[in-house]
């Protein structure tokens, strides 16, 4: 496994104690920090803002990579608020027809969910964000039960 590089490096030269023993850094070393903690609010990893830093140092600039990053991860997260909304859309609707029936209709184990029929809706994980297949799809299509 390889180590990956710091994204701020110090060297006995880049501080000093002051009298109470506290390392005392240059600025550039602070301002390094506040780079790498500006960059990681806007989502970047520790890796990505390595290799923006060492891009930096190779004399580049790293902006317009920078841009498309962030432009990808709006993609993403537009992506994410649309099935979202899609499936509070969803939930609200089934709550509403819920509401409509009686709660203690007969059932197994809870008529409201045994009586759902999600055909058009897609099974969403706790976060909503993961889209998984239909449980009883999955076991059809496994064989486990017709």
Same mark, same amino acid.
């Given at each position: 496994?390889s180590e990956?590089?710091p994204?701020?490096?110090?060297?006995?030269?880049?501080?000093w104690?002051?009298?109470?023993g506290?390392?005392?850094?240059r600025?550039?070393?602070l301002e390094r920090?506040?780079?790498?903690?500006?960059?990681?609010?806007?989502?970047?990893s520790?890796?990505e803002i390595r290799?923006i830093?060492e *891009?930096?140092? #190779?004399?580049k600039?790293? &902006?317009a990579k920078?841009?498309?990053?962030?432009?990808?991860?709006? $993609?993403?997260?537009?992506?994410?608020l649309r099935?979202?909304?899609?499936y509070?859309n969803?939930?609200?609707?089934?709550?509403?027809?819920?509401?409509?029936? *009686?709660t203690? #209709?007969?059932g197994?184990? &809870?008529s409201?969910?045994?009586s759902?029929n999600?055909k058009?809706? $897609?099974?969403?994980s706790?976060t909503?964000?993961g889209?998984?297949?239909?449980p009883?799809?999955?076991?059809?299509?496994?064989?486990?039960?017709?």
């Open positions: 496994m990956s590089k994204c701020v490096s110090t060297s006995e030269a880049d501080f104690a002051n009298r109470s506290y390392r005392v850094y600025e550039s070393i920090l506040e780079f790498v903690k500006k960059a990681q609010t806007l989502g970047f520790l890796e290799r830093i *891009e930096n140092k #190779a004399g600039c790293p &902006c920078v841009c498309e990053n962030v432009r990808e991860r709006l $993609k993403e997260i537009d992506k994410h099935d979202l909304r899609r509070r969803e939930l609200a609707a089934t709550l509403a027809s819920w509401d409509e029936q *009686e203690e #209709a007969e197994n184990t &809870c409201l969910i045994e759902f999600g058009n809706r $897609k099974s969403h706790s909503g964000f889209i998984k297949k239909k009883l799809e999955f076991l059809k299509n496994r064989r486990i039960i017709k």
